[in-house]
């Protein structure tokens, strides 16, 4: 029996996940300090994977998740800018259906984490709006329909899939270690 691809893709993409999901450390908690690192890496990767998205000409709900993550960070009052020109932090992949579908999936498929945060913040009773959880919730069953539409009718190179997405978790691995480095950086420098 043939192993459906979205799963092969899961599999495949799964120990780049595993690293993302560990910059953010959320297993010790919700905290200001590492959702603020979690808004401006996914603002960041948001921004330099839109033109990827935009050429899917579908709703990647990316305008409204980007618009979110600016009004999460200002109520943290976080002074974070997105810096177009950081280094090492570029995407280095054609713009063709096959790499933006792996870019889709990643941002599609961050929902399910997004159910799980919002259930975290809901037991600590956390005080925060956390408008762009609930944004990517609220659009969490359109963007996941859209990925099973394109997964099941459209042709593309499956290689090309899963290397995509693998850069993609990549890119948001290395944007995150960067925030890392420049709010330690800016600490020692206090």
């Excluded at 809901?122 to 659009?139: D, R």
Aim: aromatic share 10%.
């Amino acid at each position: 029996m043939e192993i459906p691809f979205r799963k092969q893709l899961h599999q495949a993409t799964q120990a780049e996940h595993n690293a993302v999901e560990a910059i953010f450390n959320f297993n010790e908690g919700l905290q200001h300090a590492n959702l603020e690192v979690f808004y401006c890496t996914m603002l960041s990767a948001r921004h330099r994977c839109k033109p990827l998205l935009d050429e899917l000409q579908i709703d990647t709900f990316n305008a409204v998740l980007i618009a979110a993550l600016e009004k999460d960070l200002k109520h943290l009052k976080s002074t974070f800018t997105y810096n177009e020109d950081a280094p090492s932090l570029t995407m280095n992949y054609a713009n063709n259906f096959s790499n933006q579908l792996g870019v889709f999936y990643v941002f599609a498929g961050s929902s399910a984490g997004a159910k799980i945060l919002l259930n975290m913040a809901q037991q600590h009773a956390l005080k925060h709006p956390f408008y762009y959880l609930n944004a990517l919730v609220k659009s969490s069953k359109a963007q996941m329909t859209t990925l099973k539409t394109l997964l099941n009718v459209s042709s593309f190179n499956t290689d090309d899939v899963i290397s995509s997405a693998k850069n993609t978790f990549k890119l948001i691995q290395n944007i995150g270690t960067y925030e890392l480095q420049q709010r330690h950086t800016k600490l020692q420098n206090t």
